[in-house]
């Protein structure tokens, strides 16, 4: 009786040890497909962005690699993310993440607010003229033509993270936590919509996990932003939250990790968590095709995860490093085809 135990027992294990080769060498892959993009792709220096972006000499092919090496060196999460959509849509959602990166920069590159309108008034004509079919001389407004006619992409998802990214150059904090859900909706949860559009999804079920997802997404870079704005002086934290706890903008300016700031962390986070959670609770009624698009859920868990364990002390020096595990739970997820 031992022996047939032993013997199925060693089935089992060769059956499953079966499985995980398959699973190890397609991760494998996923991981050299990482490193292949590292080692090839070249960056592309601040003269030639500038050339780029003003002179418009870029061909098709330099104007993708600009996309992607922004993408990679601005947003390297979303670059990884990125790495396990679908062939067929890759080029146009990368060029989107692109799009959202160089909004998103502005307000932390120029030094007065009216070269940052300016900009937004850029990208703003822009839009006029891609959806004229009259594309502009700049790498990411070119991608974006060919990904606009490529998808049929909404026009009004594109002009909302420009006009919202415009309001946030006043440079002050959120009011409340409800504001900074409105500022992510219409920012990141915007950019989502747009990327299912190009996976060919339009279903209800699908917008409300985007827009729960992205409201998780802007509350989770919020937090992560803490150490940098802090060491600028300054705060966007909803200021509701931080006079709940008793916290003043110096606390965080000067790096505090007393209980009153880490209960303003603790109440931010469990917001962002429950959107994550309210998210997963239309997973049995969201399109499989969906789901690519939602894969940064993964790095959203990941910063909550080790948050909670650093006690909600946002200046921890654990939360600073990039988790090297991160590709590996990306493969996985997308693998499993879940968010």
Known sequence: MQHKQKANMAAGVKAKHGLLNVNILQMYSFCRKIARENVCIQQVTCIQSARASTNGTVSSDNSEKYCLDLVRSRDYEGFLCSLLLPKEVWRSCLTLKAFNVELAQVKDSVSQKTIGLM?????????????????????????LWKAVKRHNLTKRWLLRIVTEREKDLDDRAYRSLQELETYAEKTQSS??????????????HADHAASHIGKAQGIVTCLRAIPYHSSRRKVYLPMDICMLHGASQEDFIRGSREQNVRDVVYDIASQAHAHLQHARSFSHNVPAAAFPAFLHTVVLE??????RKADFDVFHKSLQNRNPLLPVQLYLRSWRNTY
């Open 119 to 143: 900009r937004m008034q850029f990208w703003k004509t822009a839009l006029d003229d891609i959806y004229r079919d009259e594309p502009p001389k700049q790498p990411v407004g070119s991608e």
């Open 302 to 307: 990941d910063y909550l995860q080790r948050v």
């Open 191 to 204: 950019l989502i919509y747009l990327l299912l559009e190009c996976l060919g999804v339009r279903d209800v």
